[in-house]
């Protein structure tokens, strides 16, 4: 990570009264800080690896404190360093992706619940569900509900985030037991203020430090401790959290205010916090709230989903004809447990849930409104008094009004006539990936398909075209440990891919171990970028960081893979088509068996990228001499066949009107985003394609005699050159 | 009733700087003390992919509203948003596909130009998606649309394309922000202002203006009319109306290939053509495919041709603009060949061109060679090969080509009184043949299954789809389906793989 979070750090030191202008994910970095915690770890990955790369750079602030941070190896590690919060009143957090981070976590987590904490000890979930989101779309609620975790779900402004992490801590120590919190990607990044609160020097720290270490066999994963925590699970812990939620005011109950209350009073609202503003502004759309969220419906806001506090529902629904719950994602937990809370307070209000919405995805703006719109449909205002008769008119024009708007999706699909082609996220411009999956594609020409067990990581783009190459993905790191079912069942050698963040995440042990271990004939593939450049470029154990002085990498994946046992091991530099071609072709046919890894070697080039163009600028503005490369295409000479985008999907390699006023098909073109990574020309080499492809150093500031030499040779290549003329004369001359 | 939020969703690429530009916003709003929120969904989208960045601004200053807090939501939803801007128009059109355009409240703000997407780059034809239908479908829901060039005003105030869209987005007049505001907060961003700058107040000015995208002044390249000799002139007389522009392009590009009288041949084949087609009462059509693709044809593409193509003064020219090379940097130049035996095999005479290719047997690959033609010893080789040029007619390649060509306009002619629509559809089959290497190969191999099939009286759907087939996918599997013919060998090259070489040695011993 070479980027500076330098202006973020000093957000982390606004003191008491000052306000926080800045992003979600932040102000929850700020609030551990003002929550007097004595750890904190985590592993990167989108929407919290903004907390991760600013702690990274906020040594000063974390040092001044006494608070101890660890970028960890991976989410286990980091659910693991929770550990201290067990025998000792630490405050600790811990932050990753959910839920495929809290999959890694959870042999460490359900450990941690079982043995219970003394400390308070929050994991910070970014719960990456719904649209733009890049992993399989599950609830964290499961992981929860299975554990006895509390699990808060705050509404999504910065107030109510800092807020519920400080509250968090107490919830936690108040019911020994640890609190998951979830923020649903937007909320990460949403943009808003807060007043800050003084940062808080923890109790114990590296400051201060524990004087004694303790022994208490009743926090041990052994009979009969295990039993006894159970049992203290549901007769201590989790009644001691009902009270707390209750007594602390963690749900917020909004009473039905403003004209036409009296009319809405039969009805009510149950709604997740972090869905709360999508409701309240489903709720303006109908009528039925003003543009400060206040509505004349009566709205109860679970900022803890789960546990619920029954006492506190019956309570809310007492009164009510029909409660509206507001539950995203499947299954409906919520809904499940509600409805069994009714039917034992002895309730007869009728709840409507899921069903008014979407049994699954996101509710966005167009599935709050539709769903809401259905409930009023349903359960009209009532318009007793007859002051309210203009309200419960309105309310019904403007139920009447989205229907309206829910046709709007269809009657662009029928103005457009055909749906506008995808656009999912692919290999930046010169990603040394790529041309690995060109190597990757003209091997399968030669070789017929091959099964090819893909990973997590930015790699994973290869299975989008023009690629298509990959047919599992099983999880972070476990490429080749996918593979070990299908290689002894296949005819050929069966590839794996792995990158090197997932290498170090659990790859080298449950892939490369493994596989030397169970003695696999198969091929590796390990892409060294030098980062988790998937989420933000984020260092890994064998990356090169001249931040810390030393050029050498702390760790050597070569080194690795030989200490174990692998004795084929192939280093190709990442761009080199024919080279790469060359070696996975060895590597298929070779003779030799057990495990063969070929190392793709080539740095991230949106990192190399953002070393590369500050430092160039200088020197422009120097007056040095700088080169640049670029690559371009004869539109002359290019047919319009597009082999090479089939090989590339370069972003910069695209595509324009064909010059020639014959031809019908576009032709090939280089953009200016072109950084001159020669995958363009390596490919048209490897794949023999076309001779389209030039490639252009230009040379800014040259020396002089780079400047007259080259005057020399225009000049005689002025005097070799056709006369300048058209590629095409002007159609229709002959008149 | 009530004051409601100014809600914003801007779509745009991954590096556009769409999260620079939201920036902006909550900038000015902050400024001017205007409740604002902001949300993203980047993620991994930063990569290249479609994005949207969305955002509310409550109009009123913070110091009216008694420390009440509006409630801001943080996803668009359709009869939610007040503007739409997006950076690409492709991206408008997924605006309004996912509902989120009303007529009744919302203003398009987007730039006509295209970025392509993978699936429609990859396809070995014209994979376009017609831009048409965006403007068509903005038209109808859109309250009001605002699109220009917006990238092209980018080049050239040499600034990001965010700069004139926020432009754009404030001479909308939708936002509830005055222009200066909306300057001071790109100076405050202190990169690249005097840049951003000048674009932001060429979008502005564009869409204050409310300019029509069609006003878009392209410098056309002044079409001199070249006289043409009076017998061309003639002949192109004779032929039918939409036959003779194109007939007169190709008659140009063939004399620029080889010379006037391998351009008289084109014409006269193509007249015959013609004549045949008028016999049967056709307009044209047909004619028209052939003047263009006969030609195409006629100018295949050899190294004699693009060692031509690479060797032109123009070139030279164009090459500088084409990288965007300053005056006074001092370029290298470094063309990506790769010749190969059958390149070489090509140029010789037909005889020794066979035998030397049944020796040679499947040694096709070439040998990869990267030539610097901003030397002089690179530019001579690449001229001396140019040379060449007038050997070309008694080349291998020349008579194959040549061969394939009467195959394929015997085969229209003899459909064109019988049934002139599979005529017009083998004519349409000249897309097929071009490129090189691989490519070409896959052509030949591809209209040469089509013309057996039109030989065995396959009529014109059964034709047009294995058209459309044959470029569905470069392996054939598609044009084999459509053809009902067996699937090409899958290993052209095969590779010995090895299985489970451990467990069998286990097994043995």
């Keep these: ?735 | 009733m009530m004051q409601k939020p100014v809600s914003i969703l801007v779509a745009a690429l991954g590096g556009e700087g769409g999260g620079v530009l939201s920036d902006w916003i909550i900038d000015v709003a902050t400024a001017l003390d205007f409740p604002v929120q902001s949300t993203s969904v980047p993620g991994v989208a930063q990569r290249t992919g479609a994005t949207t960045y969305y955002l509310e601004v409550y109009p009123q200053p913070r110091a009216a509203l008694g420390g009440q807090q509006p409630v801001l939501a943080l996803t668009p939803g359709p009869g939610d948003v007040d503007l739409v801007a997006a950076s690409e128009l492709v991206e408008a059109g997924r605006v309004l596909q996912n509902g989120l355009a009303d007529p009744a409240r919302t203003t398009l703000v987007f730039s006509t130009h295209r970025e392509y997407a993978v699936a429609e780059k990859m396809q070995m034809g014209d994979g376009r998606y017609d831009g048409e239908r965006v403007f068509d479908a903005a038209r109808e829901l859109a309250r009001e649309v605002i699109a220009f060039d917006m990238r092209d005003i980018a080049w050239r105030q040499g600034t990001i394309i965010n700069t004139v869209l926020f432009g754009a987005m404030v001479g909308s007049g939708r936002l509830p922000f005055p222009r200066e505001a909306c300057e001071a907060a790109i100076r405050r961003s202190g990169k690249a202002v005097e840049a951003s700058l000048r674009g932001f107040a060429a979008g502005y000015e564009r869409a204050a203006a409310r300019s029509q995208a069609a006003a878009e002044e392209r410098e056309a390249a002044a079409a001199q009319a070249l006289p043409l000799p009076a017998e061309v002139n003639a002949a192109l007389a004779a032929l039918p109306p939409p036959v003779r522009p194109l007939a007169a392009e190709g008659w140009a590009q063939l004399v620029d290939y080889q010379d006037a009288a391998y351009a008289r041949r084109y014409l006269e084949q193509l007249t015959q053509v013609c004549a045949r087609e008028r016999e049967a009462g056709g307009a044209g059509a047909v004619g028209a495919e052939v003047a263009r693709f006969l030609a195409l044809w006629m100018g295949y593409e050899d190294v004699v041709r693009v060692a031509e193509l690479k060797t032109r003064g123009e070139r030279l020219q164009r090459l500088r603009r084409e990288v965007g090379a300053k005056p006074g940097e001092v370029l290298r130049v470094t063309e990506y060949l790769k010749p190969g035996m059958e390149e070489l095999c090509s140029l010789l005479p037909p005889r020794l061109a066979q035998w030397l290719e049944r020796r040679a047997g499947s040694q096709r690959r070439g040998f990869a060679l990267r030539l610097r033609s901003d030397t002089v010893a690179g530019f001579a080789a690449l001229c001396l090969l140019r040379g060449f040029k007038r050997w070309r007619p008694r080349s291998a390649r020349y008579a194959t080509e040549q061969a394939a060509m009467r195959r394929w306009l015997a085969a229209i002619t003899a459909r064109l009184a019988d049934e002139p629509a599979a005529a017009l559809e083998l004519a349409r089959c000249g897309n097929l043949i071009k490129g090189y290497g691989d490519t070409a190969a896959r052509g030949r191999r591809s209209l040469g299954l089509i013309l057996d099939a039109a030989e065995q009286g396959a009529d014109a759907a059964t034709l047009r789809a294995a058209r459309e087939a044959a470029l569905a996918d470069p392996a054939g599997l598609a044009l084999s389906r459509s053809l009902s013919l067996p699937e090409p060998a899958a290993r052209p090259v095969p590779v010995r793989l090895v299985r489970r070489r451990q467990e069998e040695d286990a097994l043995t011993s």
């Design chain 1, 1 to 735: 990570m070479e980027r500076s979070f330098a202006a973020e750090v000093a957000k982390l030191t606004l003191g008491e009264g000052e306000v926080f202008h800045g992003e979600g994910i932040l102000a929850v970095t700020k609030a551990l800080l003002q929550s007097g915690v004595s750890y904190i770890g985590g592993y990167q990955g989108a929407p919290v690896s903004h907390l991760i790369d600013v702690l990274g750079d906020a040594r000063e602030v974390l040092d001044d404190l006494g608070i101890y941070f660890e970028n960890s190896a991976s989410e286990a590690g980091a659910a693991a360093m929770l550990g201290a919060s067990i025998n000792y009143p630490l405050r600790g957090a811990v932050t990753w992706k959910s839920t495929v981070g809290t999959n890694v976590a959870s042999d460490a987590l359900s450990n941690l619940a079982s043995a219970g904490v003394k400390g308070g000890a929050v994991v910070i979930l970014g719960e990456d569900y719904g649209e733009g989101s890049s992993i399989i779309q599950e609830r964290t609620h499961a992981f929860a509900m299975k554990s006895q975790m509390w699990l808060l779900d705050p509404r999504p402004n910065l107030p109510s985030i800092v807020a519920a992490v400080e509250r968090s801590f107490d919830l936690s120590e108040a019911s020994s037991t640890p609190v998951l919190l979830q923020l649903r990607i937007r909320a990460c990044h949403v943009h808003g203020s807060f007043t800050c609160s003084d940062n808080r020097p923890p109790r114990y720290s590296r400051r201060q430090a524990l004087e004694k270490a303790e022994f208490d066999y009743g926090r041990i994963c052994l009979p009969p401790s295990i039993h006894a925590q159970e049992r203290h699970k549901v007769e201590e812990r989790w009644p001691a959290a009902q009270r707390f939620i209750r007594e602390a005011g963690l749900n917020e109950r909004f009473d039905g205010q403003g004209e036409g209350a009296e009319g809405a009073r039969g009805l009510g609202i149950i709604v997740q916090g972090g869905l709360y503003n999508g409701m309240i502004r489903a709720l303006q759309q109908l009528g039925l709230a003003d543009a400060f969220g206040r509505s004349p419906l009566p709205i109860y806001v679970l900022n803890v989903v789960y546990p619920l506090v029954p006492d506190e529902v019956a309570d809310f629904c007492r009164d009510k004809q029909a409660v509206l719950l507001v539950e995203e994602g499947q299954p409906k937990y919520i809904e499940e447990a509600l409805a069994a809370i009714l039917r034992k307070a002895g309730l007869a209000t009728e709840l409507d849930g899921g069903e008014a919405f979407a049994r699954a995805g996101e509710y966005n703006g167009e599935v709050l409104l539709k769903g809401m719109a259905a409930f009023f449909a349903r359960h009209p205002v009532a318009a007793a008094p007859a002051a309210q008769a203009p309200l419960a008119q309105a309310v019904a024009e403007r139920v009447e009004d989205a229907s309206r708007l829910g046709r709007l999706r269809a009657q662009a699909a029928a103005a457009l006539g055909a749906p506008v082609p995808a656009r999912p996220p692919g290999f930046c411009v010169g990603c040394p990936e790529r041309p690995v999956f060109a190597a990757l594609k003209l091997l399968q020409a030669r070789t017929g398909p091959l099964h090819v067990s893909a990973d997590i990581g930015c790699h994973t783009f290869g299975t989008l075209p023009p690629f298509n190459i990959g047919s599992t993905v099983l999880g972070y790191g476990l490429g080749l440990a996918s593979s070990s079912g299908v290689a002894p069942m296949m005819d050929t050698r069966v590839v794996s891919i792995m990158g090197d963040g997932g290498f170090w995440h659990n790859g080298f042990t449950s892939g490369v171990v493994n596989a030397v271990y169970n003695r696999h004939d198969s091929v590796l593939v390990i892409l060294k970028n030098g980062y988790t450049s998937a989420t933000g470029t984020q260092a890994i154990p064998s990356s090169v960081r001249e931040a810390d002085g030393g050029k050498e990498a702390a760790l050597d994946i070569e080194a690795a893979l030989r200490g174990v046992g692998v004795s084929w091991v192939r280093k190709v530099p990442s761009y080199e088509v024919g080279t790469m071609l060359r070696t996975l072709e060895e590597a298929v046919s070779t003779l030799e068996g057990g495990l063969k890894v070929v190392i793709a070697d080539g740095e991230c080039q949106l990192e190399r990228q953002r070393k590369l163009k500050p430092l160039n600028a200088r020197r422009l503005q120097a007056g040095q001499r700088v080169q640049r490369t670029r690559f371009a295409v004869d539109d002359g000479v290019c047919t319009g066949d597009h082999a090479c985008v089939r090989l590339s999907g370069c972003p910069s390699l695209t595509i324009k009107p064909n010059p020639n006023p014959l031809r019908i098909d576009p032709v090939a073109t280089v953009n200016q985003g072109c950084v001159g990574c020669g995958l363009c020309g390596a490919a048209a080499h490897a794949g023999t394609l076309c001779p389209s492809f030039y490639k252009v150093d230009i040379v800014a500031n040259p020396r002089w005699w780079e400047r007259a030499l080259y005057r020399l040779r225009q000049a005689a290549i002025g005097v070799l050159a056709g006369r300048a003329r058209p590629l095409s004369q002007p159609a229709g001359a002959f008149q």
